[in-house]
């Protein structure tokens, strides 16, 4: 078997433990390997609130896979289109706090992200305000994406 053939063989029995029936695609992509799961019913519990679920299984997959492969696999769990609306979601917010930023000329702080969420962040804005900056503040819980004017940084 090879590590696509397995990664979709680990996904379908942590899931079936979870939900009756979906439907698991892998593909693999420079050694980064994608797992859509399709399901209609049963999407929100794979999501779970705020994308806490499908976080929690990306991370036990990678532990599962680290474990068997005996190195790190860059891993994206997806359910249906979640990740696609998340980051129109987080796009609509960064574009929104951008342009706060320009309009007041002044640090806005981002608070409540994921790191993966503060990461597309961050990206969207470097790609589309050249003259704004991102950073992150803090630890845990408490951290937090600073976005401001270049020329205050």
């Known amino acids: 078997m090879d590590k696509t053939q397995i990664v979709k063989a680990e996904a379908e029995a942590l899931l079936s433990k979870m939900i009756d029936s979906c439907e698991i695609e892998v593909t693999e992509i420079e050694g980064s390997y994608q797992i859509l799961i399709k399901t209609e019913e049963h999407a929100p519990t794979v999501i779970g609130r705020h994308g806490e ?22 891993l994206l769990v ?23 930023v320009v309009a007041e000329n002044k640090e806005q702080q981002l608070r ?13 804005i470097s790609t589309n305000y050249p003259h704004l900056v991102t950073h992150s503040e803090g630890e845990g819980k408490e951290r937090m994406l600073i976005v401001g004017p270049k020329d205050s940084a």
Do not use: C, M
């Open 53 to 74: 679920t499908i976080r929690a299984i990306q991370k036990i997959l990678e532990v599962i896979f680290y474990k068997q492969f005996g190195e790190p696999i860059e």
């Open 78 to 100: 997806n359910v249906n289109d979640y990740r696609e609306k998340q980051r129109e979601r987080l796009e609509g917010i960064a574009k929104d706090v951008a342009e706060r």
């Open 112 to 124: 409540s992200f994921s790191a993966f969420e503060r990461k597309l962040i961050h990206e969207y």
